[in-house]
C-alpha cells in the first residue's frame, strides 16, 4: 500500500504566514504539520509515499528530503496549478500504480494517527474508505450520508441544508478503482475535479464505499484558532525536558521543554510550554500552550496561549495572547512616542489593539 500526500494549496486563510511559507510547514510545538502526518503515515505501516507540491514545493522538499528521517522513501509529484484533490490522484498515476493507496491532505492533523483506517481498509474489499467525525457546524464541510451498515450513500459539499452533521475528514483510502473515476468526472463550477465528485461515481457505478470514524482528535489547520488549538493539544503530551540553561532567578512551574542552547534568565516560564533550541528569554512570561521557535529573542516581554515561530523577537510587550507570530519577525514597544501604536503590517495581515 502507498500514500498520496496534498501538500499544495495556498492556504489563503493562513495570510500573510503563507504567502512566503508552505501552511503544511506551519509548527505545532515546533514541528510542522506535514510531520506529524508523515510519521502517522510510517506508523499505519506504508513507507513509499509521493508528496503532492505546488509553488512552495522547494520548501517541502528542504523540510521532508528523501524522506528517509522518517522512515519513508519520498517521490515528489509536482502539480502546475491547484486543479482539486482528484487531480492530484489523476497526475500521481504513475507513482500509484494499481496499488491501493491513502490519500493524506498534509495540513489535517490526527492525534492518533491513521493506523485503524488503514488496517480496517486492509481487511476489507471496498473501493473507498472515507474518515468522518461528527461536528457541531457541518456546513462548512463535505458532509457524508449514511446507510444502515455504513455505506455511503451521497455526499455534499458544504449544503445550507446538511442531511447529516458527519463531515469528511482529509484522509482517504482507494483501490485502484478511484483511477477510473477520476478520469471519467468533469470540472466543477470552480475549474477543479473534486474528489467527492470520483467518490460519487464510484457510489453510482456500484462501487463499494464505506465510512470510517476518527477514534481521537481531529483539525483541520488551516486557521489561526485551529493551529492553537493543536498546539494546545500537543504540548498536554509533553514531558519536562531542560537541555538549555535556567538560572537561579527563573521559575519554571508545569510541563516545559527547553531546547539545546536555549537560555532562560529572570523569567518565569509555566507550562506547558515549549522553548525552542538557541532561543533567550530574559525577563519574561511565557505562559501556558505556547510554542517558542528556536532562535527567538523575549526580552520583557508576555506570551501565552501563541505560536512564535523560528528567529522572531519579542521585546517590552505584554500581555500577547492567542497570537500566531512569523518567522523572523520583530515586535517591540514604540519608544518616544504618545499613546499610539506604530505598525508597518504586510497584505492579508490582522492586528488587534487595545483601544
Not at 59 to 81: K, N, P
Not at 167 to 187: L, M
Not at 201 to 223: A, C, E, K, Q
Not at 323 to 349: C, F, K, W, Y
Request: aromatic letters at 6%; charged letters at 20%.
Amino acid at each position: 500500500m502507498k500514500a498520496l500526500v496534498l501538500a499544495g494549496g495556498r492556504g489563503t486563510r493562513l495570510r500573510p504566514l503563507t504567502h512566503t511559507s508552505a501552511k503544511q510547514l506551519v509548527p505545532v510545538a515546533n514541528k510542522p504539520v506535514l510531520h506529524y502526518g508523515l510519521e502517522a503515515i510510517r506508523d499505519a505501516g506504508i513507507t513509499s509515499v509521493g508528496i503532492v507540491v505546488g509553488d512552495t514545493g522547494a520548501e517541502v522538499r528542504a523540510a521532508v528530503g528523501d524522506g528517509s528521517a522518517f522512515g519513508l522513501e519520498v517521490t515528489y509529484i509536482q502539480q502546475e496549478a491547484p486543479l482539486g484533490l482528484a487531480h492530484c490522484v489523476l497526475i500521481a498515476r504513475d507513482f500509484l500504480g494499481d496499488e491501493p493507496f491513502v490519500m493524506y491532505l498534509g495540513d489535517n492533523f490526527l492525534l492518533d494517527g491513521i493506523a485503524g483506517l488503514v488496517d480496517a481498509f486492509r481487511a476489507s474489499d471496498h473501493d473507498a474508505q472515507i474518515l468522518l467525525t461528527k461536528v457541531t457546524e457541518p456546513q462548512f464541510y463535505g458532509v457524508a450520508e449514511l446507510g444502515p451498515d455504513g455505506e455511503i450513500l451521497a455526499l455534499q459539499e458544504k449544503p445550507e441544508n446538511p442531511r447529516s452533521d458527519l463531515a469528511i475528514v482529509g484522509v482517504y483510502t482507494f483501490s485502484p478503482a478511484i483511477h477510473e473515476a477520476v478520469r471519467a468526472i468533469e470540472p466543477s463550477a470552480r475549474g477543479e475535479l473534486e474528489i467527492t465528485d470520483a467518490i460519487t461515481w464510484l457510489i453510482d457505478n456500484g462501487r463499494r464505499v464505506h465510512s470510517h470514524f476518527v477514534t481521537g482528535y481531529w483539525r483541520d489547520t488551516g486557521r489561526l484558532q485551529d493551529m492553537l488549538e493543536c498546539n494546545r493539544m500537543v504540548l498536554e503530551a509533553i514531558e519536562t525536558t531542560v537541555r538549555g540553561t535556567v538560572d537561579a532567578a527563573s521559575e519554571i512551574t508545569g510541563r516545559v521543554d527547553i531546547g539545546p542552547g536555549a537560555t532562560v534568565r529572570g523569567s518565569v516560564i509555566r507550562g506547558p510550554a515549549v522553548i525552542g533550541a538557541n532561543a533567550r528569554i530574559e525577563a519574561s512570561y511565557v505562559g501556558p500552550y505556547t510554542s517558542i521557535g528556536e532562535g527567538c529573542v523575549l526580552e520583557e516581554a508576555g506570551v501565552e496561549y501563541s505560536i512564535i515561530l523560528a528567529d522572531s523577537t519579542v521585546r517590552g510587550v505584554s500581555p500577547l495572547t492567542r497570537s500566531l507570530i512569523g518567522r523572523n519577525v520583530e515586535v517591540s514597544r514604540a519608544v518616544g512616542l504618545p499613546d499610539t501604536h506604530q505598525l508597518m503590517v504586510g497584505d492579508h495581515s490582522r492586528v488587534q489593539l487595545r483601544a
